[in-house]
């Protein structure tokens, strides 16, 4: 039986959501072992004068503890 974890990783992007989205995984991914899943729990944007300035999500990364 495996158990499973799960901790919250918060990303920025200046492109886009989807940058921010690989950018959080790929940097969860370098300290967390056996990453099964991911789960954007929420995505917001900053703006400035009338622009979106940065893409930000909130990440539930999803990992399977070692026996």
Do not use: H, P
């Not at 974890?5 to 950018?23: G, P, Q």
């Not at 990453?35 to 954007?40: A, F, I, L, R």
């Not at 917001?44 to 026996?67: A, C, E, R």
């Amino acid at each position: 039986m495996s158990i499973a974890k799960v901790t919250e990783v918060i990303a920025y992007s200046e492109k886009s959501f989807d940058d921010a989205i690989e950018k959080g995984v790929k940097r969860a991914c370098k300290t967390i072992e056996n990453v099964s899943g991911v789960w954007v729990k929420d995505q917001s944007m900053s703006v400035k004068n009338g622009k979106i300035k940065s893409y930000s999500v909130n990440l539930k990364i999803t990992f399977i503890l070692k026996d």
